[in-house]
């Protein structure tokens, strides 16, 4: 909200596992694809949002309503400096989250707007997509988190209900 200077809700939209392939050919260009890692996991993950909700922050960050655009273009240098520093603040309050599961560092690698340029994966890896809404008074739209399956393989254990239901357990308050 700060960044964007307007009051923003971000909501859960789903969860879904789903090959490499598909999930980009589902974007066009240009998109914002930031490219990160999750240290200690090994790999690189996704971070997508969408080019019309990217207008509309873009024209909030500047002091814009952040009205949806109709007319899309490519990026301008300094739209995509305010497009990696909004996908920083993404990845910090995603590395906050993630603590509570498992320690990791996200740091963004790299950006890219055009979906082909974006190769990192085998076309039939499978990944783990999360979809998150966003929605201010006068616009709407989804970012996408893609992780590679394989990335997070060493911790899936970790990732389990059952596993999550101790942890919780173990963090709760007992009256002696």
């Not at 789903?18 to 694809?33: H, L, N, Q, R």
């Not at 890692?37 to 949002?49: F, H, N, V, Y």
């Not at 909004?86 to 707007?113: C, H, P, R």
Request: charged share 20%; with cysteine.
């Amino acid at each position: 909200s700060s960044s964007l200077q307007a009051s923003v809700a971000i909501e859960f939209v789903s969860a879904e596992m789903v090959k490499y392939k598909e999930f980009i050919s589902a974007f066009s260009s240009p998109t914002s694809f930031t490219l990160f890692s999750m240290e200690p996991l090994i790999g690189t993950a996704l971070l997508c949002i969408e080019p019309g909700l990217v207008f509309s922050l873009i024209d909030s960050m500047f002091g814009g309503d952040g009205k949806p655009t109709t007319r899309v273009r490519e990026f301008t240098q300094i739209e995509l400096r305010m497009i990696k520093k909004f996908a920083g603040d993404i990845l910090a309050k995603f590395q906050k989250a993630w603590s509570s599961v498992y320690s990791v560092n996200m740091a963004l690698k790299k950006t890219e707007t055009k979906p082909e340029f974006v190769q990192l994966f085998p076309p039939n890896d499978i990944m783990l997509i999360i979809v998150f809404g966003l929605k201010g008074s006068e616009f709407s739209g989804n970012f996408h988190i893609a992780i590679p399956y394989l990335m997070m393989e060493p911790i899936k254990e970790e990732l389990s209900p059952k596993y999550l239901r101790k942890k919780d357990l173990e963090n709760t308050w007992a009256l002696q």
